[in-house]
């Protein structure tokens, strides 16, 4: 199973960013997780097609399973 830590955050125009990051470490922590929001607005280190992020909105932990059907080549 996949798991992804996904952070999301609204731009200027007040639409929501989406980041989405494959193979969190385990027992994230509330205060973990605001930290590094914190940092990523602060230091405005993206863009998205609506400005600058600028506020925080959530962080979730998601997971989706894979099953192969066939493979080929």
């Known amino acids: 199973m996949d ?3 996904q952070l999301v955050f609204r731009n200027e125009e007040g639409t929501l960013f989406t980041l989405q990051l494959g193979f969190p470490k385990e027992n994230l922590t509330e205060a973990e997780v605001t930290q590094v929001m914190d940092q990523v607005i602060a230091k405005n280190i993206f863009q998205s097609t609506g ?7 959530r962080a979730r932990l998601t997971s989706r399973e894979v099953q192969d059907i066939a493979t080929f080549g």
């Open 51 to 57: 400005g600058a992020l600028v506020e925080k909105v």
């Open 3 to 5: 798991q992804y830590l």
